[in-house]
């Protein structure tokens, strides 16, 4: 059987590379070095950190002393290790990572209280003053503060009630607000507030449990200096107590300037979906009915500051309903925030003995199942838009067929579709993507499992990352995924053409009742269409979203500004995109390619071609023939397609697929993906740590420079057929290769081997130390 996807249109917005953030629990581990949150940093691709951690905050944290390498504990008196602030905030400038600092807000209130018992705030305003300025400033590192969140957790480790955290952090935020706005560049800092909850120290149902919703709304009311009504009345006659909650939490904010300080509303999301419908949006929803419903507050974000799979219920085993299944939904969570417009999100935990945390254990040793799909996620989401394959179903998207459920984003170049399995055994499952695809398609496929034998509900299981061949699982928009208990298959799509008319352009007939167009040609103002004649003609595209076609001929086609589709058709042509998100198709003929300013899809075609992607985040393919590709600046997607190819990624966190062939493939600055595929292919990562892939074929992984810190990858090194080549490995006089290969540092970790020189860490996944030799090396 045969299923048949239909898509609906997108639906929410599209996922920003912040919904990939991640927490560091500064008592947890070391910030950098061997174990380290550094190494988790990197692997799984985290973007925004929040420091120092959750509910550690409110009992260690004083911002007095942020610098401090040991923390005590503010009821026990419990003395531990500790990252100070400025370490993080180096490793987070250094890095390029934008950071969420919480401010602990436990012993800001005073013991004074309220007629209705209610502690009043006793903020530290000088020290909160300083430690903001100092912060926002750069007096503990150049990383860019993206925002301040008020405390952890009010109603937990907090330990207050909604009023009396409302009231602080009215203040607070006031405060916070104040201070910014004497610092360059600060008031492009966020100020984040908690949402209101019903749990521990603020449950509100249980203080009035036993009475009738009437009764309750007129106490509420009364005590809180508010208008409730029906609004806060479920159809089963029971009070909303989040909503309530809400409500408590936002009535201090009665000034200009309070409301004005709040740019964002704190969730933290711990799914216990399947077992408990609707755990993913019950708080971004209660936000947006509340908060989000304020004029006051327009345009205030939703910040998730920890999430994953619950790690603590009841409902879940730790070997059963974890590992893969995690995985699975931990997408369907990010799914809920880009319906629900979450503008920030930091994963919990990178690194705990917990079983929802994406790495096992106190130190970094390898990623887990989940772990492996954050990151997975983390590369291919980001600027993408969820496609609605279930508009039935207002909560969800994905398409639920049999065995399988079927995810699916996509931009202008790229559709990605996650297809996992639902079922408890092996199957096979086919699926027809036509009415989601249009055109021709270049496909990369990744399976995620776990090792056979292996649980694939448990987080410790060995995973098993995997690249099929893309004719294995796709042809012609049919799928046909072979997948075992809780497998998941991600396919990356990227379009030759968005629709089937642009990717073989209409031929241009003369019409003998009109002269010739000229050989030179500029367009004017607006969106043109330009088709060139039989010779070789130059054709400029000036302002507007132009269409341009060279047609036959060697042809010199330029986009000017705008969103353009440049096509050169028959002949050796010259292109250059310009300015804009261009479309850039070369066809027969040995082309030239340059894309330019601006995130351009660039397509080779026939023929030994040069394609350089130039500046931003651009996508080239290189298609039939020998080609040379280039993506310049930016996060690059390279697919040399057929043929001996040459690539290179440039400066960026970039992709480069060889495809068949016998390939060079390299990677350029920064932290990148390079795979081989068929063909005995050349694979140099560059600088920057690095995953290589060489596919099949006898391939040769080159390290020209050794870097002491810098961390790469290779997934698939074939014992006996893939090489590894490393420059300036010096031996003792006489040694000879052996020496060489003596110098080497080799040990193992629970996925592979290690060898490491000169404090540069080469991984091997799936290979031992012991079965390493010195013909399994290249020493120049």
Do not use: C
Request: hydrophobic residues 40%.
């Amino acid at each position: 059987m045969t299923y048949t996807i239909q898509t609906y249109g997108p639906a929410g917005g599209m996922a920003d590379a912040r919904l990939f953030g991640g927490n560091v629990l500064a008592p947890r581990g070391a910030m950098t070095g061997d174990g380290s949150y550094a190494e988790a940093i990197d692997q799984l691709g985290v973007t925004d950190l929040r420091y120092p951690g959750g509910s550690l905050t409110e009992f260690y944290f004083d911002i007095s002393d942020p610098d401090a390498t040991r923390a005590t504990h503010g009821v026990t008196g419990e003395v531990i290790d500790f990252i100070p602030l400025s370490e993080f905030m180096a490793f987070a400038g250094a890095n390029g990572h934008a950071v969420n600092i919480v401010i602990p807000t436990r012993d800001q209130l005073s013991d004074r209280r309220d007629a209705d018992g209610h502690r009043v705030p006793q903020i530290d305003e000088s020290e909160l003053r300083a430690f903001v300025r100092d912060v926002a400033g750069g007096a503990y590192g150049d990383a860019r503060v993206a925002s301040f969140e008020i405390g952890n957790e009010y109603w937990g480790s907090g330990m207050m009630s909604a009023a009396e955290y409302g009231r602080l952090a009215a203040e607070m935020a006031t405060v916070i607000d104040e201070e910014l706005a004497r610092v360059p560049g600060g008031e492009a800092i966020e100020i984040a507030v908690q949402m209101g909850t019903n749990f521990n120290h603020s449950n509100l149902s249980a203080e009035f449990h036993g009475m009738a919703a009437p009764d309750i709304l007129a106490a509420l009311n009364a005590a809180y200096d508010l208008d409730l009504g029906a609004e806060v009345v479920r159809g089963n006659g029971e009070v909303n107590w989040g909503l309530v909650a809400n409500r408590i939490v936002m009535q201090p904010f009665d000034t200009a300037e309070e409301i004005s300080a709040v740019d964002a509303i704190v969730a933290h999301v711990y799914s216990k979906e399947p077992a408990v419908d609707g755990q993913r949006d019950l708080d971004l929803t209660t936000i947006r009915e509340t908060w989000g419903a304020d004029a006051r507050f327009e345009g205030t974000g939703i910040h998730v500051t920890e999430w994953s799979q619950s790690g603590s219920s009841g409902h879940f085993d730790d070997r059963a309903d974890y590992g893969l299944h995690q995985a699975h939904e931990m997408l369907n969570i990010v799914e809920a925030f880009m319906a629900q417009g979450v503008t920030a999100a930091q994963v919990w935990p990178l690194i705990q003995n917990t079983p929802n945390a994406l790495s096992s254990g106190f130190e970094f040793t390898a990623l887990n199942a989940p772990g492996v799909f954050f990151r997975m996620m983390a590369d291919a989401l980001p600027g993408k838009t969820m496609v609605d394959l279930d508009p039935a179903d207002r909560g969800e998207t994905e398409a639920q067929l049999g065995p399988v459920h079927v995810h699916a984003f996509s931009d202008a170049n790229e559709t990605v579709v996650y297809i996992a399995s639902d079922s408890a055994r092996t199957e096979t499952t086919r699926i027809d993507l036509s009415d989601l695809l249009s055109g021709p398609a270049l496909v990369h496929a990744i399976l995620l499992g776990v090792a056979d034998g292996a649980e694939a509900g448990h987080n410790r299981s060995e995973v098993q990352l995997e690249e099929l061949a893309a004719a294995s699982v796709y042809e012609d928009g049919i799928v046909t995924a072979t997948l075992a208990e809780g497998e998941i298959l991600q396919l990356r799509i990227f379009a030759r053409a968005p629709s089937e008319a642009v990717d073989t352009p209409t031929p241009h007939a003369a019409d003998p009742r009109e002269p010739a167009m000229p050989e030179r040609s500029v367009t004017g103002n607006g969106d043109d269409r330009v088709i060139g004649g039989t010779g070789n003609d130059t054709i400029g595209g000036k302002d507007g979203n132009d269409d341009i076609d060279g047609a036959a001929g060697n042809d010199l086609l330029g986009g000017g500004l705008g969103t353009d589709t440049l096509t050169g058709n028959a002949g050796a042509d010259t292109i250059g995109g310009g300015f804009g998100d261009d479309l850039i198709y070369g066809n027969d003929g040995a082309d030239r390619l340059a894309g330019g300013a601006g995130g351009d899809f660039l397509v080779a075609g026939t023929g030994n071609d040069t394609v350089g992607g130039s500046y931003h985040h651009d996508r080239i393919i290189g298609d039939d023939g020998d080609d040379s590709l280039g993506g310049g600046t930016g996060r690059d997607v390279l697919h040399g397609e057929a043929g001996n190819d040459s690539l290179g990624g440039g400066e960026g966190d970039d992709t480069v697929i060889g495809g068949d062939g016998d390939d060079f493939l390299a990677g350029g600055g920064r932290d990148d993906r390079v795979w081989g595929g068929a063909g005995a292919d050349t694979i140099n990562g560059g600088d920057g740590d690095d995953v290589l892939v060489g596919g099949t074929g006898a391939d040769v992984f080159v390290f020209n420079d050794l870097i002491a810190g810098e961390r790469d990858q290779i997934s698939d090194f074939a014992l006996g057929a893939d090489l590894i080549r490393l420059s300036g490995v010096e031996n003792a006089p006489g040694s000879g290769l052996a020496g060489r290969f003596e110098a080497l540092s080799l040990h193992d970790t629970p996925t592979g081997a290690v060898v490491e020189y000169a404090g540069h860490r080469i991984e091997l996944s799936g290979v031992r130390a012991a079965d390493l030799g010195v013909d399994d090396f290249l020493f120049v």
